[in-house]
């Protein structure tokens, strides 16, 4: 529906909200505008497209957006995901080589055929419906986005689907720049990330009281405004995207600290007043978050825990016993393993009791935190024991 030019002036539009720094709820919104220039989409219940956000490690679901007015009941969504046997699910499109899927197409020109297109959407007056899996370059899953149509309108075409599939990756890096700059600018834990702010010739401009302590941690401290190489190299890959020259996957380096803790450097650019800037954030190297949560809640070993993980991407026993390097049959024990230490009584209810047990509490702060106008969080969060 939307011609070569509309799509071309979204892409234009989305890539420059990827690195403009916004927090992910400014930038969910502003990426729904963009995109309904160039993919028309809306339904009398759903004014716009329907986001979640996932945690790349887990790739389990840690907010969800639908804008202004937006009147679903999450926690049904989120037992339809988790627990209902349907189709077009965001597990499934995160695992097409394309990563973008319709219900028409999963379906074989058949909705009906779908639960929750029979108990809700034909009743919501959705009649179409377009999934999109958001990977990064590097193919971590940071979310997804729902589009639909109204009965009337033409089925998504060839040509919207490819959009989908180019633009992806850059509202994977919007939600990616978005949670970190949210935890730079409002930190809540013992060991903040820090926003540094560099202009165009390379000098400080401003630093948060964190990213001085980074800083003076990295190799090369910095003296008179002079970045340590690490620093530097980021932003100037920075400002090279911005003009044209870098991938648009948002640079980042890791280094070791003169502490010896390994640290990572992000970098996004910024625009004010008609100036590109370039937004610095340094934080702790995060390894997989999933793992000590499963071990300390469920007491699972380290292979179980690789195991698990596995599954939560979707992974066969097959996929699995390649990747780990084990027989089937093993990775059916540890497998039975980990039925028994969570209780569960297979992968359906493995995923969904991870979901509810860590995930779904991050889900409800989240929604709090928007409505409150604060940042989002990523991760899962830990409920009080």
């Known amino acids: 529906m939307g011609g070569a030019y509309a799509k071309e ?31 028309p989409n809306g339904t009398p219940h759903l004014d716009g497209p329907y986001w979640y956000t996932l945690d790349p490690e887990a790739r389990l679901i840690t907010s969800t957006y639908g804008g202004e007015g937006c009147d679903l009941d999450t926690s049904a969504v989120m037992r339809w995901e988790y627990l209902d046997d349907d189709v077009n699910k965001y597990a499934e499109v995160l695992r097409h080589p394309r990563g973008v899927q319709t219900l028409h197409e999963v379906t ?39 589009m639909n149509r109204t009965p009337g309108q033409p089925e998504f075409d060839p040509t919207e689907l490819d959009f989908m599939a180019t633009v992806a990756p850059y509202l994977a890096c919007g939600i990616r720049h978005g949670l970190l700059v949210g935890e730079a600018i409002d930190p809540d834990t013992p060991d903040p990330p820090g926003l540094l702010v560099v202009d165009v010739n390379g000098e400080i401009e401003s630093a948060s009281p964190e990213a001085e302590r ?52 992000h970098g996004t650019s910024l625009r004010a007043g008609g100036t590109s800037k370039c937004a610095i954030i340094i934080e702790p190297a ?39 390097r084990m027989s089937p049959h093993t990775v059916q024990e540890h497998l039975k393993n980990v039925f028994a230490k969570i209780g569960v009584h297979s992968r359906r209810e493995l995923v969904g009791t991870l979901f509810y047990d860590s995930f779904d509490p991050r889900v409800a702060d989240n929604r709090q935190r ?16």
Not at 9 to 35: H, M, N, P, Q, T
Not at 291 to 315: D, F, K, N, S, W
């Open 9 to 39: 002036r979204s892409f234009d539009r989305i890539r420059a909200l990827s690195r403009a720094g916004l927090d992910v709820a400014c930038f969910l919104r502003d990426a729904s505008d963009a995109l309904a220039s160039a993919i």
């Open 108 to 146: 074989d020109g058949h909705p009906e055929r779908s639960r929750i297109y029979r108990e809700y959407m034909a009743d919501a007056g959705i009649a179409q419906e377009m999934l999109t899996g958001l990977r990064d370059g590097a193919g971590r899953a940071w979310g997804t986005v729902r």
């Open 214 to 265: 980074w800083l003076t941690a990295l190799p090369g401290t910095h003296r008179n405004g002079t970045l340590p190489a690490s620093v530097a190299s980021v932003a100037s890959a920075v400002l090279d995207d911005v003009h044209g020259n870098g991938s648009g996957r948002g640079p980042s380096a890791q280094v070791r600290s003169v502490e010896g803790r390994w640290v990572t450097v």
């Open 286 to 324: 995060r390894p997989d978050r999933i793992a000590p949560l499963l071990m300390a809640i469920y007491g699972l070993t380290a292979r179980e825990q690789q195991v698990t993980r596995l599954v939560l991407h979707g992974g066969s026993t097959s996929q699995i016993a390649t990747e780990l």
């Open 370 to 385: 928007e409505r409150a106008g604060k940042p989002i969080r990523g991760g899962p969060l830990r409920t009080p024991a």
